[in-house]
């Protein structure tokens, strides 16, 4: 995989450009081929960007933790 296909990526997905900017900012990742990349990147995903990684914009909690409390608080509008 080359650095080029995944600026290009990045330039079309916000989320393989957090992954990317992650991943090329920090260390420099080898991956195997297409299938590993996926593989890697997607566990980086799950593992660390939805469950670890705090986001401004979610006010500083995880998307995990954006999404339960965005569910427990719809399911009490509907209650009530």
């Not at 995944?6 to 992954?19: G, H, I, M, S």
């Not at 900012?25 to 080898?30: D, F, H």
């Not at 991956?31 to 990349?37: C, K, V």
């Amino acid at each position: 995989m080359s650095i080029a296909w995944c600026r290009e990526k990045a330039r079309q997905n916000r989320l393989f450009d957090a992954v990317f900017r992650y991943n090329f900012g920090t260390a420099k990742v080898e991956y195997n081929d297409l299938a590993d990349a996926r593989r890697q990147i997607g566990r980086f995903i799950e593992d660390v960007y939805m469950t670890k990684r705090i986001h401004s914009s979610l006010g500083y909690l995880t998307p995990v933790e954006f999404e339960a409390t965005w569910q427990l608080a719809h399911q009490e509008q509907t209650t009530h």
